[in-house]
């Protein structure tokens, strides 16, 4: 009988947490002797293959992270990202915020309003997001992804980000489906991990086919399976959504873009890991 030497499946050296298929695969197949035919032992590969089954994708995912992650804001904005000129700047911080402009309504009176949405020039499927935002008083904004940006409310996935406390004191309530880190009109946070206004939060938004992950400062607040929206207009647990076709039938790709609802929010510190490459 073949004997495997004990550490090619050391499981302690490699936590489910942090094992990847990759891993696995890399110790199984260039390991140089396998016994004296050089093969596995059945028992040994049944092994590996429940290894390769039973590690979940999204945890997975933090073992790879540190390995392909690009920067796409540090302090400079580049031509990696797109929009309307003077729209967003990066301000004296060094931080990336979004700019107002005045417009006169129908009425004659002026008001303030977003200049536009800021998009990544690139195309993104499967990915690990992770960025820093801080919200203004009142803030109404969101991070857009797998979306087309000439129809991003229609043609795209958002996740909320919200004054939750300031939009509820002008308007008396929030619909739990628009609050912060919300799958916005379809799905709430299971809780609030959000911080005061003015402080800077953790963000962490990891997609991989139909599941997403969503991380707020340290916690998981939200986690989605598209194959569940079946219906157009219809969220799983009966409300409706405003949204033309079922979920699970959006695009599997698209580009990232942080929107501009007329109240100020500022980013740092945003990567990406593609995991389609």
Not at 61 to 82: C, P, Q, Y
Not at 106 to 133: A, C, H, I, P
Request: aromatic share 8%.
């Amino acid at each position: 009988q073949n004997v495997i030497p004990n550490d090619i499946l050391k499981i302690k050296s490699y936590t489910i947490n942090r094992l990847t298929k990759f891993n696995l695969i890399d110790r199984l197949t260039h390991y140089p002797r396998l016994g004296r035919s050089g093969m596995l032992t059945q028992w040994s590969l049944i092994q590996a293959l429940l290894l390769l089954v039973l590690v979940p994708p999204l945890h997975a995912l933090d073992s790879v992270s540190a390995v392909k992650k690009v920067v796409l804001f540090d302090g400079e904005l580049t031509d990696i990202w797109e929009c309307r000129e003077g729209s967003w700047i990066v301000d004296a911080d060094g931080n990336l915020t979004c700019q107002m402009e005045e417009v006169v309504q129908k009425n004659g009176k002026k008001r303030l309003r977003g200049m536009g949405y800021l998009w990544t020039r690139q195309g993104f499927s499967d990915f690990v997001l992770e960025l820093e935002y801080r919200l203004s008083k009142q803030a109404n904004s969101g991070v857009f992804f797998r979306t087309d940006p000439n129809d991003p409310v229609q043609g795209g996935l958002e996740i909320q980000l919200l004054d939750n406390e300031g939009i509820r004191e002008a308007n008396g309530k929030v619909d739990p489906k628009k609050q912060n880190v919300a799958f916005y009109d379809c799905q709430a946070p299971s809780l609030d991990a959000s911080r005061a206004i003015g402080e800077w939060n953790h963000f962490r938004l990891s997609c991989r086919g139909p599941i997403m992950k969503i991380e707020l400062n340290g916690k998981v607040v939200n986690e989605v399976d598209l194959r569940e929206w079946t219906e157009s207009g219809m969220n799983p647990d009966g409300t409706q959504n405003k949204f033309k076709k079922a979920m699970s039938q959006s695009s599997p790709t698209g580009r990232i873009g942080f929107q501009n609802h007329g109240k100020q929010v500022w980013f740092r510190n945003i990567s990406i890991v593609n995991l389609g490459e």
